[in-house]
């Protein structure tokens, strides 16, 4: 199984300012023969079911705001938010679709400090 | 639109059985895989295992063998979910979500379900 570990556990970011998560796969999720790697990036707000922010490591999805972006290749990724806003509050997942079980990061907090 | 829409919160017994639905519509639904996460109280998301639905063969996470259950209706585009033998640590949010068949095509999990709520109580 492919092991999934983001850091840190949560953060608190000043309105305006960077957020930077990260995540490591035990194994690489990168495909050759593609060029892509199979990794995701979920915002999670309370009460409400996740929502897929970026795909394939750094493609934005339709609709999200480009403060939100990705970067990585093969086992070390990053989400970060730049100029984070209030509505950024949220849990944020990694996960990787590359094989199965298809595995997340633990989550991270990101609140405002 | 494309969506999935799940049943509502269920209160079961401790050893009764529960079965959530989740019905996809806007989409073919046979061009993707529907899967099961589940999140306990307080806690982060636990992949739980996918159906094909062109095969219907279902895959189950280690954690979610023997008294778990994937199922399709292909006629009304919708999946299910079973589990018997219920225990309090199964009290949880259940979500489903799709991710495409294709590999090459396979970004993540871009619909979810508003998830069903499952209480196990005494």
């Known amino acids: 199984d492919i092991v999934m570990t983001q850091s840190p556990d949560s953060l608190a970011v000043s309105l305006g300012e960077r957020a930077t998560i990260n995540c490591k796969s035990s194994?690489?999720?990168?495909?050759?023969?593609?060029?892509?790697?199979?990794l995701g990036w979920y915002q999670q707000k309370s009460g409400q079911p996740p929502k897929l922010l970026i795909s394939?490591?750094?493609t934005r999805e339709s609709g999200v705001p480009d403060r939100f972006s990705g970067s990585g290749s093969g086992t070390d990724f990053t989400l970060t938010i730049s100029n984070l806003q209030a509505e950024d509050v949220a849990f944020y997942y990694c996960q990787q679709f590359q094989s199965t079980p298809l595995t997340f990061g633990g989550g991270t907090r990101v609140e405002i400090k | 639109q494309v969506q999935l829409v799940q049943s509502g919160s269920e209160l079961k017994k401790p050893g009764a059985s529960v079965k959530v639905s989740c019905k996809a519509s806007?989409?073919?639904?046979?061009?993707?895989?529907l899967n099961w996460v589940r999140q306990a109280p307080g806690q982060g998301l636990e992949w739980m295992g996918w159906i094909n639905t062109n095969t219907g063969s279902p895959t189950y996470a280690q954690d979610f063998t023997g008294r778990f259950d994937f199922s399709l209706d292909t006629s009304v585009s919708t999946a299910y979910l079973q589990i018997s033998s219920l225990k309090a640590e199964d009290t949880a949010i259940y979500f489903c979500a799709r991710v495409s068949l294709w590999f090459g095509d396979r970004r993540g999990m871009d619909v979810w379900g508003q998830g069903t709520t499952v209480t196990v109580s005494s």
């Open positions: 194994q690489s999720v990168f495909h050759s023969s593609n060029n892509k790697n199979y």
């Open positions: 394939w490591a750094s």
């Open positions: 806007g989409y073919i639904f046979t061009n993707y895989a």
